[in-house]
């Protein structure tokens, strides 16, 4: 089935050490994005490409980096994670990036900050 | 800057019906999405509004009053499943991607 895949769905790392999530999908959309949803919050994007164009959005922190090699992978870097940076990470991805597209995620990696 | 609003937790009966409320206030409107979420897992589609009025599906409905920046999720015949929460989001287009907005979410609960 085609679908948004992320690996690990769990991850631990210690305080400072940089971690790398990873996203694919075999729905072959033009965008994906990435958001960080903390306990009981709503998601909320960190950032996302269309194809190979990067938006970041203002707030997000320098920490938080993403490559996307090719249409079907994207990555999620954080540099030196801190204990607030501890959530689930959500990769989601749509066709086009009109606003009637659907975005499809994927079943998230929770990240543990120790 | 955008702004949404959603009651917190709602608790309704197996088998009745539930209404959830949400209110947005947000420049650049272009449509407004429903998602589930199951506690732990990903939200999944459930619908998407652009013009006013209803759009059903199944046991769910959503109704959109662009005007008033106002929308509700009619959920019908209730499940133990239905027991998530569930967020409601505003879409804007900009850079090249469509940029969601989401609700903090309602926490339903379904009780025999």
């Known amino acids: 089935d085609a679908m948004v895949i992320q690996n690990p769905r769990y991850q631990v790392t210690q305080f400072g050490k940089p971690v790398t999530l990873s996203c694919s999908q075999t729905?072959?959309?033009?965008?994906m994005y990435w958001y960080q949803q903390k306990s009981s919050q709503a998601p909320k994007l960190l950032f996302h490409?269309?194809?190979?164009?990067?938006?970041n959005e203002a707030d997000t922190p320098d920490n938080f980096q993403s490559r996307r090699p090719n249409t079907s992978f994207c990555f999620l870097d954080i540099r030196s994670p801190g204990l607030g940076d501890a959530a689930m990470y959500l990769c989601?991805?749509?066709?086009?990036?009109?606003?009637?597209?659907?975005?499809?995620f994927g079943p998230g990696t929770r990240l543990t900050v120790l | 800057g955008q702004n949404i609003d959603q009651p917190t937790e709602m608790t309704a009966t197996e088998g009745a019906i539930v209404q959830i409320n949400c209110t947005y206030q947000?420049?650049?409107?272009?449509?407004l999405f429903w998602y589930q979420q199951h506690a732990g897992e990903a939200p999944t589609f459930l619908s998407y509004?652009?013009?006013?009025g209803l759009e059903e599906k199944g046991r769910f409905s959503s109704f959109l009053s662009r005007s008033k920046g106002y929308s509700y999720l009619l959920l019908k015949e209730l499940q133990m499943k239905d027991s998530a929460s569930y967020l409601c989001?505003?879409?804007?287009?900009?850079?090249?991607?469509?940029?969601?907005?989401f609700g903090t979410g309602t926490q339903l609960k379904v009780e025999l």
């Open positions: 989601a991805t749509s066709r086009d990036g009109v606003p009637t597209d659907t975005q499809y």
């Open positions: 729905l072959n959309h033009n965008v």
């Open positions: 490409y269309y194809d190979k164009d990067f938006n």
């Open positions: 947000t420049s650049g409107f272009n449509g």
């Open positions: 509004n652009v013009l006013d």
């Open positions: 989001a505003v879409t804007k287009l900009t850079g090249g991607g469509n940029k969601l907005t």
